[in-house]
């Protein structure tokens, strides 16, 4: 199977994901209980994160069983090989021991701090992407020195929707970062 061809899981997605009109992707979302993905494919996880936010995670109100998720993604990120986004400064990083950007790879992850702005995002939106099974020196992103300004006048005037939807640019690339899962990574 060619790369492109590849299937891809994306858990945690929203209901109205842009990742449904990719092709050879499966899009675990709200209807798809991500608790019931098996496996076997590299995956692209966006767990909620405002259990986690390091920001606004004490007025935030999950949803029961929310915060789980997380976990669970990072677990299926091990054994399956991808990438998953958070927001920059994550309390998931600490609550799982994972390896913060600029740090040493450790168990198979390693993070990147990206902001979403470099691929069209009208925010800077200040990310970490934690990736298992691709190579550190593979991975290339569009640096762009441009940063839109007045972040926080375009958050308060975005819906919900707006304010977690991904980008196609962002999708799109974090879709062929986990077609380039090293072979032995998901299927061994």
């Not at 994306?10 to 798809?32: H, W």
Request: glycine share 6%.
């Amino acid at each position: 199977m060619d790369e492109d061809s590849m299937k891809v899981a994306v858990l945690c997605a929203a209901r109205n994901s842009i990742y449904k009109q990719m092709d050879n992707v499966e899009v675990y979302d709200i209807e798809r209980d991500v608790r019931t993905f098996q496996g076997g494919m590299p995956i692209v996880g966006h767990p909620p994160c405002r259990s986690w936010s390091a920001f606004c995670r004490h007025q935030a109100k999950p949803l029961p069983g929310e915060k789980e998720l997380a976990p669970f993604v990072v677990e299926h990120l091990r054994k399956c090989g991808g990438v998953m986004e958070h927001p920059a400064h994550s309390t998931l990083w600490d609550a799982l021991n994972l390896p913060k950007p600029g740090q040493r790879q450790r168990d198979g992850l390693w993070t990147l701090w990206v902001k979403q702005c470099w691929w069209g995002d009208v925010r800077t939106k200040n990310t970490w992407l934690l990736f298992s099974g691709i190579d550190v020196w593979t991975v290339a992103t569009p640096f762009q020195f441009h940063e839109p300004r007045g972040d926080r006048r375009r958050w308060q005037v975005m819906s919900k929707h707006q304010r977690s939807a991904t980008v196609p640019a962002f999708a799109e690339w974090l879709v062929n970062m986990a077609r380039s899962v090293n072979e032995k990574v998901h299927h061994g």
